[in-house]
């Protein structure tokens, strides 16, 4: 094959921004660029192309576009950023594969139309009468699309005297808003030898092979387009690979493209190196001030002597942020790389290893945080937590909460408390297996009941999988329950087993979910011992998900979601008096159904708002949910639901509820306002509730 000789450019990615025409407000203030000449205010249309990516490109080089309300200029400086436009704009013609591009640009002056390259505009723009208008227009040609020619990977040229003389060739500069003026690059090589073509590049150098899963990452071959992106991709794409390997000094240089006009081609070269393979060697641990590096090691889930591959690394540095004792956590490689005893390496036959360093900046280990919350039939509650994050150094946490509840509400008698202390140690007995400990005193004067109890609870909770998480635990309660002028003492023990489920992969529990499932089913085994003795097992189970309208096509990613819900509760082996009344089961209100007030649904006491639980339950809900521009969106949903006197769900007088509300978007979760009314509502029912939350009900 014949290499005609052009130019030796180094590919560079454009930033993918959204092209369109865009016009300068008539009213925008022109910010003087120092010099004495007045700034001229002006507007830029970018023909388009017919090609969205190349647009975007063509809209991100240009400085025309991305300056032209904040940087306005004077006559001289606005011809030079007109000229500087058309090598900006002809990069992005490149970077999208066309090579036999050209640019035209425009500038109507008044009535007066003048090619950008024309030496007088600078005189025309100086002499621009006061309340003309200069509009801009930028167009292209774009001539043949280049596809990819030979690709060759090569090891890298031989180290050469530092005397020898240097050969310039200029690199392609990345078409953006910020872009500097292009600049040449240097490469030491020597004269006689310097690779200006590619079959000269070839020649001079060793070929290097790669492997199936190499050659798969890399993905690149003749015939593809002529895209910068797709080229830039295949060699991030290789490296990773590499690296994951083993190879953790590998390294792939920046392609050089050498350009055939005749043939609209382009061929590549791609300098490869691999190195050593490693394994991983001594681990370090710096920055620690309050954490025990014991219990960091012990977490820790990379070994010495396994294969180094960066993405176990990462995931181990993810593993130490999740304990939430850091600010921040950082690793590294700490060359130089050094030889393994045989014992020590998992891989055999491969002795060089490469240190890695982890550092630590431990986070304030004492932080105060304060909840408040609203509703119309539970009203409002008001406290504040104190939560110490790393106790006796292994990230043990302490949480110490007081809230005071009933401040009004349609469900509530009066005021109340709830009273809390939260212990919670990671990694007990074995990795992800936390304990869980918490002692509660809490008061609430509900229509339902009045209740004053004290709560001891102990349990393990382990993460089972990517998306399973399991928990027991022991629970003892002593409380006192007065209900229809009866008062009661209980002393209840119990085992609550859980198992959830959650594959929305969200960072932040409070974000909305846009797609995925969350279910969870309990099982809690009882015993009622004061007032009677009762034996009873309390089975839950509760399902959600989400469905993105994006996949229907009618909407942007994360924009437009349908969200569902199912619940199911059952009580087995006693009936409704049997059982204290706090352990009945009960509907109403935002966790089952809205529009009626909390424990609002099922049966009531007379034609009362006394309600007096049951012994099973199921509701459902459908939610539309609508972000919007400016960090705000709407929800409009439908709830219904049941609480019959049998074991079996499905029994009672089915209730149903339908409302809408807003959302507001915070860096920490959408803040929600919600309205619903009850369709059926029953004696001494509600009208409406108000709800005022952080995050989705669901």
């Known amino acids: 094959m014949s290499c005609m000789l052009g130019v030796v450019t180094v590919f560079c990615a454009p930033v993918p921004l959204h092209a369109k025409a ?36 063509i809209s991100a080089s240009s400085q025309l576009q991305s300056l032209q309300t904040s940087h306005s200029v004077g006559a001289y400086a606005l011809a030079g950023r007109i000229r500087s436009d058309y090598d900006r704009v002809n990069i992005a013609l490149e970077s999208q594969g066309y090579y036999a ?72 500069k990345t078409p953006t808003a910020k872009a500097p003026a292009s600049k040449d690059t240097q490469m030491p090589t020597p004269a006689a030898t310097a690779p200006v073509t590619f079959a000269q590049a070839v020649e001079q150098s060793r070929p290097v092979s790669l492997t199936p899963d190499e050659r798969k990452a890399f993905n690149l071959s003749a015939g593809q387009p002529a895209v910068a992106e797709t080229v830039l991709a295949a060699q991030n794409t290789l490296l990773n690979q590499l690296q994951e390997d083993g190879y953790a000094t590998a390294s792939v240089s920046t392609p050089l493209a050498y350009l055939e006009p005749q043939a609209q081609k382009l061929d590549i070269v791609f300098r490869v190196q691999r190195g050593p393979r490693v394994v991983i060697g001594p681990i370090g641990m710096t920055g620690l001030v309050h954490t025990n590096q014991s219990f960091l090691r012990n977490r820790l889930e990379l070994k010495e002597g396994e294969l180094y591959r960066p993405s176990r690394i990462e995931a181990a540095r993810q593993d130490l942020v999740s304990t939430g004792v850091f600010a921040s956590v950082q690793v590294r490689n700490a060359p130089p790389i050094i030889t393994l005893p045989p014992g020590r390496t998992l891989m055999p036959g491969i002795l060089q290893a490469m ?7 431990e986070a304030k280990r004492r932080t105060l945080s304060a909840e408040v919350g609203y509703s119309t039939d539970l009203g409002g509650r008001l406290g504040a937590s104190w939560t110490h994050h790393n106790l006796f150094g292994d990230a043990e946490q302490l949480k110490l909460t007081a809230l005071v509840t009933g401040l009004g509400g349609s469900a509530q008698q009066g005021l109340g408390y709830d009273v809390y202390a939260d212990f919670m140690k990671p990694d007990f007995l074995s990795k992800g297996q936390n304990l869980s400990v918490r002692l509660e005193g809490v008061r609430q004067l509900l229509y339902s009941y009045h209740q004053t109890a004290i709560i001891a609870r102990a ?78 097992t309390l089975l839950s189970a509760q399902a959600s998900t989400y469905f993105d309208l994006h996949h229907l096509g009618i909407s942007r990613p994360g924009r437009s979601v349908i969200a569902v819900r199912g619940i199911v509760g059952s009580v087995q082996g006693a009936s409704t008096y049997q059982i204290p009344p706090d352990q009945r089961l ?14 609002g649904v099922g049966p009531q006491y007379g034609r009362t708002k006394y309600a007096i639980g049951g012994t099973s339950m199921d509701a459902g809900s459908v939610e539309f949910r609508q972000r919007l521009p400016m960090n705000l969106g709407f929800a409009g949903f439908v709830d219904a639901g049941q609480v019959g006197t049998g074991s079996r769900p499905g029994q009672g007088t089915l209730r149903v509820g339908y409302g ?21 509502r029953p004696p001494q029912g509600d009208k409406w509730e108000l709800y005022f939350g952080l995050g989705e009900t669901f």
């Open 355 to 361: 240190p890695i360093e982890f550092s630590f900046k």
């Open 101 to 172: 591009g050209s640019v035209q640009i425009s500038v109507k002056v008044g009535t007066r139309l003048v090619d950008g390259k024309d030496p007088s505009l600078p005189d025309v723009l100086k002499a621009l009468e006061k309340n003309q208008k200069v509009a801009i227009t930028i167009s292209t040609t774009l001539g043949p699309r280049f596809s990819l020619g030979s690709i060759a990977l090569l090891a890298p040229p031989e180290k050469v005297d530092a005397a020898a003389p240097v050969v310039k060739t200029p690199a392609a």
């Open 459 to 536: 349990g393990l909770n382990r993460h089972v999988g990517k998306y399973w998480n399991l928990s027991g635990s022991l629970m003892g309660e002593q409380e006192q329950i007065k209900q229809f002028g009866d008062t009661r003492s209980y002393f209840i023990v119990a085992a609550p087993l859980n198992a959830t489920f959650d594959n929305t992969r969200l960072s932040n529990p409070i974000d909305p979910a846009t797609h995925g499932v969350r279910a969870s089913l309990s099982i809690t085994p009882s015993e009622s011992l004061e007032s009677g003795s009762t034996f009873f």
């Open 22 to 57: 865009s016009k300068a407000p008539a009213t925008a203030q022109p910010v003087s660029d120092g010099t004495s000449d007045p700034a001229i205010p002006y507007t830029v249309t970018l023909t388009p192309t017919k090609h969205p990516e190349l647009d975007a490109a």
């Open 586 to 599: 009960y509907a109403g209100g935002p966790a089952t159904v809205r529009g009626f007030r909390y424990q």
């Open 660 to 680: 809408g509300g807003v959302r507001y978007f915070t860096p920490i979760g959408p803040i929600r306002v919600d309205v619903a009314l009850p369709m059926n």
